[in-house]
C-alpha cells in the first residue's frame, strides 16, 4: 500500500470525489480506446458502468463506516460481477454467418465494472494499474493476436460444380492428402432454365500452408469444377 | 504448499501487480489456444476474464486488510466484517451469463460456442485463485487447462473419426426423395436411429430431415455424406 493515498481510505468528501472521478477516468480511457474503434459499447457506456459500479462499494463502505451499520462491505458490489454479466451478454450478436461477435467488448465492459468496484473501494493504486494492464492489452495485445489471427491453421474451400458426381472426387482426392476435414455443406442451386448447380463448402484443417495453392489448383482441374475459392 | 512463495501471499504493492500480470499471462496463454483455432473469445478476451475475476479477489483482501487496520475501531463496534470470498463467487455467476452469450443453436439443431463458454469460465476461476495468491493452483491448473484445449481435441478427433454413430442434416425437394435417401442406407447396411423431419415453411416445398444413423465399420463419414448429394432431388447436406 502507497502512504500517498490513505487520504482516500476513509470515507469523507474529499476521497468520495476523488475515487468517483477516478472510476470516470478508469472507465472512461478503457471506453476511448473501444469507442476508437466503433465498437457498440463506448466512451459512456463504460463511464456510466465504472460509475456505477464505483457507488456500490462506495456506498457499502458508507453505510459501515460513517453510519456505523450492521452489513457486509461486499455485498452491494458483488452483485455488480453477476449483473454486469447480464449487460455485456446483451452486447454479443451472432450474425448470419453463425459467428459470434461482441465478446471482447463484453468481456471489456465486465472488467470496467471490476475496476469501478476497486475505484469505489478507495484502492486506487490496484484501480490505476489494472486499467494500465487493460490498456495494455487491448492497444499492443491486438497485433499479437491478428498475426495469430492469420496463421490460423483452419482453411475453408467454397467449390462450385455442375455435376452432383463432382463431389465423390473431390472428397477422394482430400482424404488421399491426408487432410482432415471438417466439415462439408452441400447445396444445390437449380435456376429457372435446366441448369443445375452445387455449391459446396468444405471445412479442411491444414498443416502446413504452402499445400493451400495446391489443393485448389488440383480440386480446380477436377471435371465439372467451375469454380473454387478460398474463403 | 511452497515456502518460497509466502511473501507473496500477503496482499501488498508488489503481489498485488504481480498478480494481476499474472492473470493476464495466464489468460494469454490459454486465449492463445482457442486464438490459433479461429474460435470467437481470442487473446484478449481471456486475458480481460482473467484479469476481471483475479481483481475481485485481491479487491476483497484489500477490505479485509482495511477492516484489520485502518478501520479496525469500526468493525468491532458494528461487529462484522467482510466475507472474503463474496465479490468472488459474484464471478463464477458473471462469466456464466458471458459464456452463455457465446452458445449459439445453429438452424441445424447443432450447439455450438459451449467449449468456448467452458474455456472462458475455467478461467475465470483460474483468475479466482490467482487473486488469492495460490499460486500453486494457477500453475498447475494452466498446465491442465493447455492440456485438455490442445491435447484432447486430438483424441476426440480419433474417437469422432472412429465413431459409429453420426447425424446428418438433409433438405430436400419433396417426401419422394426420402425413400431414395432411406432406401441407400438400408442398402448399405446403415442402422436408421432416428429421423426428425420438418417442413421448413408452408410457402416453401422442400423438407428438412436430421438423420441419426450408425454406420457399419467399412464406411467413412465423408463417403456417406458425398453419396447422398449426388441423389436426386438433395438440395443441401450438412453432418451435424
Not at chain 1, 99 to 128: D, M, N, Q, S
Not at chain 2, 39 to 64: E, N, W
Request: proline share 1%.
Amino acid at each position: 500500500m502507497l502512504a500517498c493515498f490513505d487520504f482516500v481510505r476513509d470515507v469523507n468528501l474529499l476521497s468520495v470525489t476523488v475515487r468517483m472521478v477516478l472510476a470516470v477516468m478508469c472507465g472512461g480511457l478503457i471506453g476511448l480506446e473501444r469507442e476508437y474503434k466503433r465498437r457498440p459499447a463506448g466512451f459512456r457506456t463504460h463511464i456510466l458502468i465504472c460509475l456505477g459500479a464505483a457507488m456500490t462499494t462506495l456506498t457499502s463502505q458508507y453505510l459501515y463506516l460513517n453510519m456505523g451499520m450492521y452489513t457486509d462491505v461486499a455485498r452491494l458490489g458483488a452483485q455488480v460481477i453477476a449483473g454486469v454479466g447480464f449487460i455485456g451478454a446483451g452486447t454479443i450478436i451472432v450474425t448470419k454467418r453463425q459467428r459470434v461477435k461482441g465478446l471482447t467488448t463484453a468481456a471489456g465492459l465486465w472488467t470496467a465494472a471490476i475496476i469501478g468496484l476497486v475505484c469505489g473501494a478507495g484502492y486506487v493504486e490496484c484501480a490505476i494499474f489494472a486499467t494500465v494492464m487493460v490498456l495494455v492489452a487491448e492497444l499492443l495485445l491486438i497485433r499479437i493476436e491478428y498475426r495469430f489471427a492469420q496463421r490460423a491453421d483452419d482453411m475453408n474451400l467454397y467449390i462450385e460444380y455442375t455435376d452432383a458426381n463432382a463431389i465423390e472426387e473431390i472428397v477422394r482426392l482430400i482424404r488421399e492428402r491426408h487432410l482432415k476435414m471438417r466439415e462439408l455443406e452441400i447445396t444445390r442451386v437449380s435456376n429457372e432454365t435446366d441448369n443445375v448447380r452445387y455449391c459446396a463448402i468444405i471445412g479442411l484443417r491444414v498443416s502446413k500452408k504452402q499445400l493451400d495453392e495446391e489443393i485448389t489448383k488440383s480440386i480446380t482441374e477436377i471435371k465439372n469444377v467451375t469454380t473454387v475459392e478460398e474463403l | 504448499m511452497l515456502d518460497c512463495l509466502t511473501s507473496l501471499r500477503e496482499l501488498n504493492l508488489l503481489s498485488m501487480m504481480l498478480r494481476v500480470v499474472l492473470a493476464m499471462i495466464v489468460g494469454g496463454i490459454i486465449g492463445f489456444e482457442r486464438e490459433k483455432k479461429g474460435r470467437p473469445a481470442g487473446f484478449r478476451t481471456y486475458m480481460l476474464v482473467a484479469v476481471g475475476a483475479t481483481l475481485t479477489v485481491i479487491l476483497s483482501q484489500y477490505l479485509d486488510l482495511m477492516l484489520n487496520n485502518r478501520w479496525a475501531m469500526t468493525a468491532e463496534q458494528v461487529g462484522i466484517k467482510t466475507d472474503l470470498s463474496r465479490f468472488g463467487a459474484q464471478v463464477i455467476n458473471g462469466v456464466g451469463f458471458l459464456g452463455a452469450g457465446t452458445i449459439i443453436v445453429t438452424g441445424r439443431q447443432e450447439v455450438k460456442g459451449l467449449t468456448t463458454a467452458a474455456g472462458l469460465w475455467a478461467s475465470a476461476c483460474m483468475g479466482i485463485a490467482i487473486g488469492a495468491g495460490f499460486y500453486e493452483c494457477m500453475i498447475i491448473g494452466t498446465l491442465l487447462i493447455v492440456f485438455s484445449m490442445k491435447l484432447l481435441p486430438l483424441i476426440e478427433n480419433v474417437i469422432l473419426r472412429h465413431a459409429r454413430n453420426m447425424s446428418i442434416y438433409v433438405s430436400m425437394d419433396s417426401m419422394e426423395n426420402l425413400g431414395g435417401v432411406v432406401g441407400y442406407m438400408k442398402a448399405s447396411e446403415i442402422q436408421l436411429y432416428d429421423v426428425e423431419i420438418d417442413k421448413a415453411n408452408e410457402h416453401l416445398t422442400h423438407i428438412n430431415a436430421l438423420f441419426s444413423i450408425h454406420l457399419p465399420k467399412r464406411l467413412q463419414h465423408t463417403e456417406v455424406l458425398a453419396k447422398i448429394a449426388t441423389m436426386d432431388g438433395i438440395i443441401a447436406i450438412e453432418e451435424v
